[in-house]
């Protein structure tokens, strides 16, 4: 009977608070140890390497490179999962790094499921990371690309000639458990949806966040779908409006102390 290969995680650096526990490494602390297996690797004994969040591709095929130059192609197991990201125009971002939605599937009627995706140069990351968990603004973001990718692919869909603008009406999170930079899908439960009228397509919705068995975020929201040329409108008007009131008022006139 073969024994269970060992199982180690690789986070990116970003994530160096999250590699203080034992089978734990970032991207960096790993090529490191990389020379040091080779040199001490034992026959038969296999290791299982899997990429947790904030490991890029390029990243992981170097390690590949390097874990061969040093004879451990054998003894060692990588598992890096492609993702199919949603396309920039689901959640509406341009750069693929800030995509956090990927591999979106429909689970039964009104229920969508998607893994969180987490890359090691997403905007939410770029100036705030402490301790070992990821920030909750990233379960935040999530929830919003996440109604915005189901709402486009699974119900706008039914009007394909048409594009919409999306307006959130309200939005409230609960942070129920701490997110670490692992596995972690995102769920959309459809409470409303009103899509009959073209011209204005209604939804409300329950967005939870699960890792390792628990939730750790659950954000409820309603939202409305517009076309363009309406919201662009009434958005115009409130911008002007915004504009004459800030030059109409007295400016302040701060004084050095």
Do not use: C
Not at 220 to 242: C, D, G, H, N
Request: proline fraction near 4%; charge should be negative.
């Amino acid at each position: 009977m073969s024994a269970q290969p060992r199982t180690v995680l690789l986070v990116g650096d970003r994530f160096a608070g999250f590699a203080v526990h034992e089978g734990v490494f970032t991207v960096s602390q790993f090529r490191e140890q990389l020379p040091l297996l080779g040199a001490v690797r034992a026959g038969g004994e296999h290791t299982l390497v899997r990429a947790g969040q904030g490991v890029t591709a390029p990243e992981w095929a170097a390690l590949r490179d390097t874990a061969a130059r040093h004879g451990l192609q054998e003894s060692l197991e990588f598992h890096f999962p492609h993702p199919a990201l949603s396309p920039r125009q689901e959640v509406h971002k341009h750069q693929s790094q800030n995509t956090l939605i990927a591999d979106l599937r429909q689970e039964q009627a009104g229920r969508f499921v998607a893994d969180l995706r987490l890359h090691a140069d997403n905007e939410l990351l770029l100036d705030h990371q402490t301790g070992q968990h990821v920030q909750g603004m990233v379960a935040v973001e999530a929830a919003r690309q996440m109604f915005l990718a189901v709402s486009e692919r699974y119900y706008a869909n039914r009007y394909p000639d048409r594009s919409y603008y999306y307006v959130i009406d309200s939005m409230n999170t609960a942070f129920e458990n701490f997110l670490f930079p692992l596995d972690a899908t995102v769920e959309f439960l459809t409470l409303r949806a009103e899509t009959d009228d073209p011209e204005r397509l209604s939804f409300a919705a329950d967005i939870s966040v699960h890792q390792a068995g628990r939730r750790a975020a659950l954000t409820t929201v309603t939202y409305t779908a517009f076309e363009p040329a309406l919201i662009e409108s009434k958005e115009t008007k409130r911008a002007r409006f915004a504009v004459d009131h800030t030059v109409s008022a007295p400016a302040r006139v701060l004084v050095a102390a």
